[in-house]
């Protein structure tokens, strides 16, 4: 799994241990592996991570991430999302992963309400793998630019993610819900699709953690959580809760 990120998606390895390795871009981490002879194969039924989305700055960086796919694995799929160009694929257990680079701001369609649209279209892989520029690591500037689960119940992750946390409803499709902060397309999406029914369990998604702007804000979304139904747990960093569907959620500002 730590050569697959590394190798193929193009993150550098930061720091390892017997159990886990930490990767990223430069100084930032972006993904944690953790890793136990024990644990069971995710169970069909439950949810959990759908896909994790590598935000990458360039269209050069996408055609350097397409000839990396092709070279050392297989592309599962790639789409015009009107506000992003984006390539997927799974990892080594299965996981999904979208790697991915937004248009600029300005050209994004927005709708009479003004909410952001996303569509799904073909995307003409040929320009990307034009754009290539030979590079073997993502560059500066790659984040996670968002999260994608398979939810149980799209009601349930709006309580929690729209009305507990905060985010903001961008665009609703059959049985998906994409929401944000700051009018971006989306940060979190939730789908039905495969018509999950129990909590996380067994291999893949652990936690996400969503890096907030400033204390004030974490404080905001603390007192909102303790009104809840939910239980705030203190952390070094910040603070963590368990969501719907036994999802944990780490917040620090």
């Known amino acids: 799994m730590t050569g697959f990120y590394r190798d193929v998606v193009g993150l550098s390895v930061l720091r390892t241990a017997d159990t886990t390795s930490v990767l990223g871009v430069d100084d930032t981490p972006l993904l944690v592996l953790e890793g136990t002879e024990d644990t069971l194969q995710r169970h069909r039924s439950a949810a959990g991570l759908y896909h994790?989305?590598?935000?990458?700055?360039?269209?050069?960086?996408?055609?350097?991430?397409?000839?990396?796919i092709r070279d050392q694995w297989q592309l599962g799929g790639a789409s015009?999302?009107?506000?992003?160009?984006?390539?997927?694929?799974?990892d080594p257990e299965?996981?999904?992963?979208?790697?991915?680079?937004?248009?600029?701001?300005?050209?994004?369609?927005?709708?009479?309400?003004?909410?952001?649209?996303?569509?799904?279209?073909?995307?003409?892989?040929?320009?990307?793998?034009?754009?290539?520029?030979?590079?073997?690591?993502?560059?500066?500037?790659?984040?996670?630019?968002?999260?994608?689960?398979?939810?149980?119940?799209?009601?349930?992750?709006r309580d929690f993610y729209v009305d507990t946390l905060g985010f903001e409803v961008q665009t609703t499709v059959p049985a998906a819900s994409f929401v944000s902060a700051g009018g971006?397309?989306?940060?979190?999406?939730?789908?039905?699709?495969?018509?999950?029914?129990?909590?996380?369990?067994?291999?893949?998604?652990?936690?996400f953690e969503v890096v907030l702007p400033?204390?004030?804000?974490?404080?905001?979304?603390?007192?909102?959580?303790?009104d809840s139904q939910y239980t705030v747990t203190a952390r070094d960093e910040g603070i963590a809760v368990t969501g719907p569907d036994e999802i944990e959620v780490r917040l620090r500002g």
């Open 184 to 207: 971006y397309h989306h940060h979190i999406g939730a789908n039905t699709w495969n018509h999950r029914s129990k909590p996380v369990g067994g291999r893949g998604l652990s936690w």
């Open 94 to 157: 299965g996981n999904g992963i979208e790697i991915y680079r937004d248009y600029p701001r300005e050209d994004w369609p927005i709708a009479d309400d003004g909410r952001v649209r996303i569509s799904t279209e073909p995307l003409d892989l040929a320009s990307i793998e034009a754009a290539a520029t030979g590079g073997s690591q993502a560059p500066s500037g790659t984040d996670v630019g968002h999260v994608h689960l398979e939810v149980s119940s799209l009601d349930a992750f």
């Open 52 to 68: 994790n989305a590598f935000r990458v700055p360039s269209r050069a960086a996408l055609g350097d991430a397409l000839a990396r």
């Open 80 to 90: 015009d999302h009107w506000v992003s160009e984006a390539l997927y694929l799974t």
């Open 214 to 226: 400033g204390t004030e804000v974490l404080n905001v979304i603390r007192e909102r959580i303790s």
